[in-house]
Nanobody
Framework: QVQLVESGGGSVQAGGALRLSCAASGYTSCWGWFRQAPGKKREGVATFDMSGSTRYADSVKGRFTISQNNDKSTLYLQMDNLKPEDTAMYYC?????????????????WGQGNQVTVSS
């Protein structure tokens, strides 16, 4: 089993920055961040696999940075130059597939979610 515990998030004005953290217990081969805005489907934001490869949604490229700590126990999402359209519940997710698709159904392990609200 993998347990994911998130922290961070909050409210910020457009152009501001926030950082999300996700602490994991248990082995994972891929983990990342998804988000879900009200009335919309959950979507992939960024992923990080155990080879160190990263992937970003086009909407956040150049603004968000995904990283992990040295012992691979904590995942981060640094969010800079935030926009109102980034407002959503953000979830940390993980799998043991060995690859990182932007597919919600291929991630069996999820954190509790943290709200990010960006005002204009």
């Amino acid at each position: 089993q993998v347990q994911l515990v998130e922290s961070g998030g909050g409210s910020v004005q457009a152009g501001g920055a926030l950082r999300l953290s996700c602490a994991a217990s248990g082995y994972t081969s891929c983990w990342g961040w998804f988000r879900q805005a009200p009335g919309k489907k959950r979507e992939g934001v960024a992923t990080f696999d155990m080879s160190g490869s990263t992937r970003y949604a086009d909407s956040v490229k150049g603004r968000f940075t995904i990283s992990q700590n040295n012992d691979k126990s904590t995942l981060y999402l640094q969010m800079d130059n935030l926009k109102p359209e980034d407002t959503a519940m953000y979830y940390c997710a993980a799998n043991r597939l060995g690859y990182c698709p932007f597919r919600v159904d291929l991630f069996p392990y999820w954190g509790q979610g943290n709200q990010v609200t960006v005002s204009s």
